[in-house]
């Protein structure tokens, strides 16, 4: 080596140009080797990316208000070990790698939002079995994937400047697939899908238990005490003897005593009174005419069979209820009294043998009977009508017995059924004090799931299919020029250091240390060659 250190930059130049075809074919092997390699064997690698962003609610109260770039900061690196977990790597590899499910999984993202957790859920359970498979026999392929995942946050460490992360996520395209850059493509998309879902999932897990204990003390609270407190009640209205006896039980519960079928009752009795009243005028007017009537001209008798003496001797006395009633009385009774004014004027005047006095005196014999006649007829209409007001009292009287016979009944059960109700009401309202919670942890468990929102920025960028992430033949091929020169141009420097050929005087006399007196130049033929050859 000192003797290369030697040398001049031009004895160098000289080695090198000497092998030049060497170092030519070095470059050449190794630069196209590789420029192959890169072009048409090595399978590239492409590289898809896709942004998420997440958000934190902003608290009122200053005093309970934690630091949102801490919180921010330990929530993103919660989300890096969700996604890098061995359940959402599988599941992204699965429905990545299998373009069926990838169709499928690209299917339900067009599904409106409030139904797409529900139909993702039904797919991963689908797609679990071969899930599990994965895992338990592909741990190598699983690492190579968790390998290949890189996040990157636009504010670095603090990452509350951004709210944002990204996840870049490295894939092998084949060669002899027509769209294999969409492979890391299609990795990204789902793998961002799997995180949200699985972030929701955990969400899902750490609050479902909370929120199944209350729903199931719901559920029990409903079917030991709701339940029993309306079956009891209704057997107890079942076993009403009358099925409107609920109704009165109703009304004797909102309204008292003096409400409702009560009223009725009280409306009854006074129908009664108001009866009992017309009856007795009834009874009173009937007996008052027939106090008038002569018994020899009561029916089956007629007035007619009653004599002229018995007709003039009589004097009636017309009730004054009667003379209010019938028109007809009326007109005779002062019909009659006329008569009897000038029965008396003419009887001061002529003898009974005086023809104006008989005829004044047969009228009123025609008028006193025909009194008769019409007050026999008032009786038996005031008879009829006492029979029909009787019966019609009786009935009423049949009625509000047996109404009040029920009421009594009815009253005697209303404290039960008070107590029945309010046990219903009781339960009711204890159910719906269950049902706010049920209410208020659902709501919770929603504003927990909000606390940080977490969502996609932007879908998966589509990588160049001529410009994978590696190789990257035009660098690649560049690197191994220069660096087939350098092997090159050491196996020059090699050759020519196991060279011991001694070209030129002055190595003869810097190796041998020999003076030189002359050489003789190396031609083709002979060492001495002839004139004129």
Not at 47 to 65: A, G, H
Not at 300 to 322: F, G
Not at 426 to 452: F, K, N, P
Request: glycine letters at 4%; aromatic letters at 6%.
């Amino acid at each position: 080596m000192d003797a290369f250190a030697a040398r001049t930059l031009r004895e160098l130049s000289r080695v090198v140009f000497a092998r030049i075809g060497l170092v030519a074919a070095i470059a050449a092997i190794i630069t196209g080797v590789t420029w192959l390699g890169c072009a048409y064997i090595w399978t590239p690698v492409y590289r898809s990316s896709v942004s998420l962003i997440f958000k934190q609610p902003m608290p009122r109260n200053p005093l309970t208000r934690d630091s949102p770039e801490r919180t921010l900061e330990v929530f993103v690196k919660a989300q890096q070990q969700i996604v890098i977990s061995q359940l959402v790597i599988a599941r992204t590899h699965i429905v990545a790698e299998t373009p069926a499910w990838r169709q499928e999984w690209y299917a339900l993202r067009k599904l409106p939002p409030d139904q797409q957790y529900a139909a993702a859920r039904l797919f991963v359970q689908k797609i679990t079995p071969e899930v599990h498979r994965w895992m338990q026999s592909q741990q190598d392929g699983l690492t190579r994937f968790r390998n290949s995942i890189d996040f990157e946050t636009p504010g670095g460490e603090q990452v509350a400047m951004s709210e944002s992360f990204t996840i870049r996520v490295d894939r092998p395209g084949p060669r002899h697939l027509p769209d294999s850059h969409l492979v890391a493509k299609y990795a990204a998309d789902v793998l961002a899908d799997m995180y949200l879902y699985r972030y929701r999932e955990l969400q899902d897990e750490l609050n479902d238990p909370a929120r199944a204990f209350i729903e199931k003390r719901v559920q029990d609270y409903y079917e030991s005490e709701v339940l029993r407190a309306e079956n009891a009640l209704r057997a107890f209205v079942d076993a009403l003897p009358q099925p409107g006896d609920v109704a009165i039980l109703e009304q004797l519960l909102k309204s008292g005593t003096e409400h409702g079928d009560q009223i009725t009752a009280t409306t009854a009795r006074n129908e009664l009174l108001r009866l009992d009243r017309r009856l007795a005028e009834l009874r009173a007017l009937r007996d008052g005419i027939l106090a008038q009537v002569p018994e020899a001209a009561r029916p089956p008798r007629s007035p007619d069979e009653l004599s002229a003496q018995q007709i003039r001797a009589m004097t009636i006395a017309v009730p004054q209820q009667l003379l209010e009633m019938h028109v007809v009385v009326h007109e005779l009774a002062r019909k009659i009294g006329d008569l009897r004014s000038r029965q008396r004027r003419l009887e001061v005047r002529y003898t009974d043998a005086n023809r104006e006095l008989r005829d004044v005196l047969e009228e009123i014999d025609r008028s006193n009977r025909q009194m008769l006649r019409e007050m026999i007829t008032a009786a038996d209409a005031a008879r009829v009508e006492i029979d029909t007001v009787d019966a019609q009292r009786k009935q009423i009287a049949t009625d509000l017995d047996t109404y009040v016979a029920r009421l009594n009944h009815v009253s005697r059960l209303l404290p039960e059924y008070q107590r029945l109700k309010n046990d219903v009401a009781i339960t009711h309202g204890q159910y719906e004090t269950l049902r706010r919670e049920l209410a208020d942890a659902q709501t919770g468990q929603a504003q927990t799931r909000s606390a940080i929102t977490v969502g996609l920025l932007d879908e998966a960028s589509v990588p160049q299919r001529d410009r994978p992430l590696r190789p990257n033949t035009l660098v690649y091929t560049l690197l191994a020029f220069f660096v087939s020169l350098l092997i090159g141009v050491g196996g020059a420097f090699m050759g020519d250091h196991f060279d011991h050929t001694l070209r030129t005087t002055d190595q003869v006399e810097r190796y041998l240390g020999l003076p030189v007196l002359g050489s003789v130049s190396r031609r083709g033929g002979g060492l001495i060659s002839e004139p004129g050859a």
